[in-house]
C-alpha cells in the first residue's frame, strides 16, 4: 500500500512538472508569435510614408516652380498638422477659396468653417499672412514707389482684396515718394465707409508726409469707382492741395482685379 501511495505520489509530481513544462513553453511560443506580427506591422509601408520628405525635396530642387497652389498649402500645413495627412485639408480649403492667395487672405472664421480646419490651422495660416504682409511693406520702404508700381498693387491686393468689409487705407509718403506708413484709416460696412478728410490730413501733417495714395477695397469684386467714390476723392484732394499735400492716386482693390483713379483719369 505505501509502496502504491509513492507511486501515484510520483506520477502527480511529473504530471505537475510536465503541465508547468508546456505552459511555460507555450506561453514563450506566444509571445514570439505576438513579437513577429507587431514587427511584421510595423514594417507595413504606409501609401503616405516619406511624403513630406518628396515633397519638399521637389520645392527645393525646383524652387517651387511646378508645384499647385494645394502643394504649397500643404507644405504650409506640415508644422500645423504635425503627422495627418495635409493633402485633403489643402484641396479642401482650394476648392472652398480659390487659390493660396485666397487662402492666406481669407477671413479667419471662414478658415474656420472648413470641415478639418481647427483654430491652430487657421491662426497659423493667418500669421503667414502677416509676414508676407510685412515683407512686402518692408520692401516698399526701400524705394520710390511709383519705381515699383507692380509690388505697391501687389502688396494693397495681398492686404485688401479678400476683406469681407471695406477698408480705407493710406500710404504716407515722403519727398522722394519712399513710403513712411501704411495705415488704415477707417473699415466700414460691406459697401460703404466712412471717410473724413480732415483726419487724413491731419495725420499726413504729424508724420510729415508729402504725399498719400488712397486705397480702399470693394467687398464685391468689382473695382469699378462709384460716384460717391469720385466725390469723396475731389473732397479730399482739394482740402490736402491746399496744405501742399498730393494725392497721387486713389486705388480701388477687389478680387477680381483694381482700379486707379490717375489710369482712369479721375484724380
Given at each position: 500500500m505505501k509502496k502504491n501511495r509513492?507511486?501515484?505520489?510520483?506520477?502527480?509530481?511529473?504530471?505537475?512538472?510536465?503541465?508547468?513544462?508546456f505552459n511555460a513553453?507555450?506561453?514563450?511560443?506566444?509571445?514570439?508569435?505576438?513579437?513577429?506580427?507587431?514587427?511584421?506591422?510595423?514594417?507595413?509601408?504606409?501609401?503616405?510614408k516619406g511624403h513630406r520628405d518628396r515633397l519638399r525635396n521637389r520645392y527645393f530642387e525646383t524652387h517651387g516652380?511646378?508645384?499647385?497652389?494645394?502643394?504649397?498649402?500643404?507644405?504650409l500645413l506640415f508644422r500645423s498638422i504635425p503627422r495627418a495627412d495635409t493633402k485633403p485639408l489643402a484641396k479642401a480649403l482650394i476648392k472652398r477659396f480659390g487659390s493660396l492667395a485666397d487662402v492666406l487672405?481669407?477671413?479667419?472664421?471662414?478658415?474656420?468653417?472648413?470641415?478639418?480646419?481647427?483654430?491652430?490651422?487657421?491662426?497659423d495660416l493667418k500669421i503667414i499672412a502677416g509676414i508676407a504682409?510685412?515683407?512686402?511693406?518692408?520692401?516698399?520702404?526701400?524705394?520710390?514707389?511709383?519705381?515699383?508700381?507692380?509690388?505697391?498693387?501687389?502688396?494693397?491686393?495681398?492686404?485688401?482684396?479678400?476683406?469681407?468689409?471695406?477698408?480705407?487705407r493710406i500710404l504716407f509718403l515722403d519727398k522722394k515718394n519712399g513710403l513712411?506708413?501704411?495705415e488704415i484709416q477707417q473699415t466700414g460696412t460691406v459697401d460703404h465707409t466712412p471717410v473724413y478728410p480732415r483726419e487724413?490730413?491731419?495725420?499726413?501733417?504729424?508724420?510729415?508726409a508729402?504725399?498719400?495714395?488712397?486705397?480702399?477695397?470693394?467687398?464685391?469684386?468689382?473695382?469699378?469707382?462709384?460716384?460717391?467714390?469720385?466725390?469723396m476723392t475731389h473732397r479730399l484732394k482739394d482740402v490736402a492741395n491746399a496744405l501742399g499735400i498730393a494725392i497721387h492716386d486713389h486705388i480701388i482693390i477687389a478680387r477680381n482685379g483694381y482700379s486707379s483713379f490717375r489710369s482712369l483719369k479721375l484724380i
Open positions: 509513492n507511486k501515484n505520489a510520483f506520477a502527480e509530481s511529473g504530471s505537475f512538472s510536465l503541465s508547468a513544462d513553453k507555450e506561453s514563450e511560443l506566444n509571445y514570439q508569435i505576438n513579437k513577429k506580427l507587431s514587427s511584421k506591422k510595423s514594417t507595413i509601408i504606409s501609401p503616405h516652380i511646378g508645384l499647385a497652389d494645394y502643394e504649397y498649402l500643404e507644405l487672405g481669407a477671413d479667419y472664421f471662414l478658415l474656420l468653417e472648413v470641415e478639418g480646419c481647427g483654430e491652430a490651422v487657421a491662426k504682409e510685412r515683407v512686402n511693406r518692408s520692401e516698399l520702404r526701400k524705394r520710390d514707389v511709383f519705381s515699383s508700381w507692380d509690388k505697391v498693387i501687389a502688396y494693397c491686393k495681398a492686404a485688401m482684396a479678400h476683406e469681407t468689409r471695406e477698408q480705407f513712411i506708413a501704411d487724413v490730413v491731419r495725420r499726413a501733417i504729424q508724420l510729415s508729402s504725399a498719400i495714395i488712397l486705397v480702399h477695397n470693394h467687398p464685391s469684386g468689382d473695382p469699378t469707382p462709384s460716384q460717391e467714390d469720385i466725390s
